[in-house]
Nanobody
Framework: QVQLVESGGGLVQAGGSLRLSCAASGRTFSSYTMGWFRQAPGNEREFVAAISWSGGNTDYADSVKGRFTISRDNAKNTVYLQMNSLKPEDTAVYYC?????????????????WGQGTRVTVSS
């Protein structure tokens, strides 16, 4: 069992930056692929970024490539999402998720555990 708690969301102006954190419980954090997803009002939850158990491989949605960076610190059981050059269309609730696999997965149904979400609002 893995419990995930996100933090770091808030209100920021367009062009600004935020850093989201996701703290995970459990001693096997390093065996999980970790991902970030987001859901805007009226939209389905969508993939944002994923990182392999070692941190050596990452993947991003085209909409955030070059602006967002996912990273992890296995010693601290924490995964991060650095978001730069934020746009109003990045406004959403951001969710952290864990998948018990060594494969870098990017779809909702591949993830086993989810956090409660943290809201990000980007004003124009």
């Amino acid at each position: 069992q893995v419990q995930l708690v996100e933090s770091g969301g808030g209100l920021v102006q367009a062009g600004g930056s935020l850093r989201l954190s996701c703290a995970a419980s459990g001693r096997t954090f390093s065996s999980y692929t970790m991902g970030w997803f987001r859901q805007a009002p009226g939209n389905e939850r969508e993939f944002v970024a994923a990182i392999s158990w070692s941190g050596g491989n990452t993947d991003y949605a085209d909409s955030v490539k070059g602006r967002f960076t996912i990273s992890r610190d296995n010693a601290k059981n924490t995964v991060y999402l650095q978001m730069n050059s934020l746009k109003p269309e990045d406004t959403a609730v951001y969710y952290c998720a864990a998948a018990h696999t060594i494969v870098l997965v990017t779809t909702n149904y591949d993830y086993d555990y989810w956090g409660q979400g943290t809201r990000v609002t980007v004003s124009s």
